[in-house]
């Protein structure tokens, strides 16, 4: 009994000792010295990082001046997530075809929002805001398909449809 709960002892810290250790391979630091704690770093380890003395400290979660930005948004409340972009236009289809079209277009809009730079939804929202006979705003989607992908797929029903609207809503 007592042999087996040595044994069970030395498994657990085994155990523990791998995470402690696996922890730090993963965030890129060696493990602790031996008789140092996991909060004492050695000494120049982060002389890089640390502000100089004439500076304040910067709160987490701040960006460094000279860190290299990310890629500028063309809007503010741009996100850029392809994978929820793809998801709300399927789930607006579905709404077309279950006749929700204001549904559908708050889907496609999401989209958008996921996607900037998506065709897709653009061609989709000119299509059922004729749907609801919005010429304006049909007519404004169509365009923006068009500079997006000028040559692209549907750019020959895309000037079609400006061209019909464009005469119907000048009557």
Do not use: W
């Not at 031996?34 to 770093?41: A, D, I, V, Y």
């Not at 982060?46 to 304040?56: E, F, I, L, R, V």
Request: one cysteine or more.
């Amino acid at each position: 009994m007592k042999v087996a709960g040595l044994s069970l002892k030395i498994v657990l810290a085994a155990v523990i000792g791998g995470c402690v250790c696996g922890g730090a391979r993963r965030q890129g630091t060696p493990p602790p010295a031996p008789g140092q704690s996991q909060e004492q770093k050695p000494s120049g380890a982060d002389a890089g990082t640390k502000p100089k003395s004439d500076q304040p400290a910067k709160p987490p979660g701040t960006v460094d001046a000279e860190a290299p930005s990310p890629r500028v948004a063309t809007d503010k409340n741009e996100v850029y997530d392809p994978y929820h972009a793809n998801k709300s236009i399927e789930v607006g289809k579905y709404y077309m075809r279950k006749g929700d079209t204001d549904a559908a277009i708050e889907r496609f809009k999401d989209a958008i929002h996921y996607k900037y730079d998506f065709a897709i939804p653009r061609i989709l929202l000119a299509e059922a805001y004729e749907k609801k006979h919005e010429d304006g705003e049909a007519i404004r989607y169509y365009k923006e398909y068009l500079k997006i992908l000028p040559n692209g797929p549907d750019s020959k029903h895309a000037r079609e449809r400006i061209e019909k609207l464009s005469k119907r809503s000048d009557k």
